[in-house]
């Protein structure tokens, strides 16, 4: 009666998305295969994935307009910028995701409609009680923080015949910081921006450990694995799969930025060029 | 707490709260602050314990020492620490109940794994069976410790070994001129000196213990975050003080609570930092020096 490994395939690996896409309950106790885990939680990574690409994608804007406030000489940008970036940095991800939570569900349920033109979108409060929304809201404000921080310390140290180049070619206000200013930093900061990336990956696992919810039993692959070792109570076969898949993930992330870190290097002499080092693994 | 708490639904407000958060329950809560605390006590030196084990493993010429030495570095850190934080419990208890049973119970038939059970005899349970409460509170705090410990460790060893090469190398070559052992010069060197160089690294790990503590309440460890679950969530009037939905305000305490304590730490490494460099060979111990010369 044992499904076999193509059965567990057809039934879980989209099952992470929901109930619509795969076996309606997960495998349970003496039923679970070595597939069925080995699929569960591959499929999970679709949410890791999402988390941590939407995360990284909007942080990014986010914390250059952060690290910028934080550098200017106005003191209405630079203190609450740093008061952000103190909060987000100084207090656990873990109790920032039980914060929010708990803020959320206490909203007033209405919806709010934003006009985009051609079509209205409504959006409703009650969507920032899922993880979805609302764990990618936290997962955003925390990864602008820390990457903020980190294009702070780029920004300071661009390099100061850089900018007097600039301004000896009549470059000035958004074109110089556009074409002189930002290329600099992210240069500066890219190989701890790589770490971060691979940091804020890791966080993704935190999402629905126990604040947010996992509606319809679809959550992320650490979800998966915490399911089955519960069920199981064998924790030497879903940890190590999951482990393995976050290694995986790890060096496509170091693989991608690489890519970018090259492009950003692009003027130097390779030797000049400065290597993305594998330093991971810090909870926050 | 007061006398006049015996029926705190006919208090004024300040009274209900008096009475309300000197409660029995709030009491547990004050104390789970304390719980995190003693954490990072015993963490703290373990971990440095276990690090400097492993920045020596690593130094090791002996192949075998320096292979399981970067085992146990990249395996720690190449893998989501959360990972740890829940496999090294579970998985420990696990082998220590295997042990103990191999010990105690030789003549036992059954195999241990059957489906999806773990079954071991009656005198290899751990903790054991008529444990108080006390008791096994102990063992999962244990259990807690040395899973920190040795994810920490992991970071540790990586940053006493690269601190250690960062000691001038001019240092150790005379001292070994001046006739010390590869070991005296190391001690007497390389040790005194390395911590200059460890010191952000160190101080970077210990904050981000200090934020991976809240992960205690996954161990089932009853520490602040499960007190601010327990007591936040909404009370009906069955209760003795009933009241809607207040996690959030709990979870700003503990937010509160945490920012304080890695600005604190924070504060304190600065002051370290200063007090290390005295007389070293670096920009800041420079500085320090040059700032006593002057008139």
């Given amino acids: 009666m044992s499904r076999t490994c193509a059965e567990s395939f057809q039934g879980y690996i989209l099952r992470p998305l929901g109930r619509d896409y795969g076996e309606n309950l997960l495998p349970r106790g003496l039923d679970i295969t070595f597939c069925d885990q080995l699929f569960l939680i591959g499929g999970g990574l679709i949410w890791n994935i999402y988390f941590a690409g939407v995360a990284i994608f909007i942080g990014f804007f986010l914390a250059t307009a952060v690290a910028v406030a934080k550098f200017s000489d106005n003191p209405l940008l630079w203190r609450p910028a740093t008061a952000f970036v103190f909060v987000f940095r100084g207090s656990p991800l873990f109790i920032q995701f039980f914060f929010f939570y708990s803020l959320f569900i206490l909203l007033p349920r209405v919806g709010v409609e934003i006009p985009l033109g051609f079509t209205t979108l409504t959006v409703h409060s009650s969507a920032l009680t899922t993880a979805q929304v609302g764990g990618l809201f936290v997962l955003i404000l925390n990864t602008t923080a820390y990457s903020a921080e980190l294009f702070y310390g780029a920004l300071r140290s661009v390099p100061k015949g850089d900018l007097e180049a600039a301004d000896a070619y009549g470059l000035s206000g958004f074109a110089k910081f556009r074409r002189i200013t930002w290329p600099n930093m992210l240069r500066l900061a890219w190989p701890s921006y790589t770490n971060e990336a691979i940091f804020l990956t890791h966080s993704t696992t935190l999402v629905f450990l126990s604040a947010f919810p996992a509606r319809q039993q679809s959550g992320e692959a650490f979800y998966y694995a915490r399911y089955f070792v519960d069920q199981t109570f064998n924790p030497f076969l879903a940890y190590p799969l999951v482990a393995l898949y976050f290694i995986v993930l790890t060096l496509a992330i170091i693989g991608l930025f690489g890519l970018v870190n090259q492009r950003l290097n692009r003027h130097l002499s390779p030797a000049a060029r400065p290597r993305l080092r594998f330093r991971p693994q810090y909870i926050r | ?295």
């Avoid at chain 2, 304390?34 to 690090?51: D, E, R, S, T």
């Avoid at chain 2, 740890?84 to 119970?105: D, K, R, S, T």
């Avoid at chain 2, 101080?203 to 934020?211: D, E, R, T, V």
């Avoid at chain 2, 003795?240 to 304590?261: A, E, N, Q, S």
Wanted: hydrophobic share 50%; with cysteine; proline share 6%.
């Fill in chain 2, 1 to 295: 707490m007061f006398g006049f708490c015996d029926d705190p639904s006919a208090l004024p407000q300040w009274q209900w709260f008096a009475c309300y958060l000197t409660s029995g329950t709030h009491l547990a809560f004050y104390w789970s602050f304390g719980v995190v605390m003693l954490l990072l006590a015993v963490v703290a030196p373990l971990a440095l314990a276990m690090g400097m084990l492993g920045a020596l493993a690593l130094r090791a010429r002996l192949a075998p020492v320096n292979l399981i030495g970067k085992g146990y570095v990249n395996l720690v850190r190449g893998v989501p620490d959360i990972v740890f934080f829940l496999f090294v419990p579970i998985a420990l208890g696990q082998g220590i109940e295997w042990v103990l049973h191999q010990i105690n119970c030789p003549d036992w038939d059954q195999p241990i794994r059957q489906g999806n059970d773990f079954i071991v005899c009656r005198e290899a349970k751990m903790p054991p069976v008529g444990a108080s409460a006390w008791a096994r509170n102990v063992y999962g705090f244990s259990m807690a410790v040395i899973a920190f410990a040795l994810v920490f460790g992991a970071f540790v060893a990586n940053t006493l070994y690269g601190a250690m090469r960062a000691v001038p190398k001019a240092q150790v070559e005379t001292a070994e001129a001046y006739g010390m052992t590869p070991g005296q010069a190391f001690r007497r060197v390389v040790l005194p000196q390395m911590w200059v160089y460890a010191l952000p690294g160190l101080s970077n790990i210990w904050q981000i213990l200090i934020k991976s503590t809240p992960l205690l309440f996954l161990l089932g460890i009853q520490d602040a975050v499960y007190w601010a679950r327990e007591l936040g969530g909404a009370k009906t009037s069955l209760y003795k003080y009933p009241h809607p939905d207040w996690r959030v305000w709990y979870f700003l305490v503990l937010l509160v609570f945490y920012l304080f304590l890695t600005w604190g730490s924070e504060r304190i490494f600065g002051r370290l930092t200063e007090r290390l460099s005295r007389g070293q060979a670096t920009a800041e111990g420079e500085r320090q020096r040059r700032r006593k010369a002057a008139p």
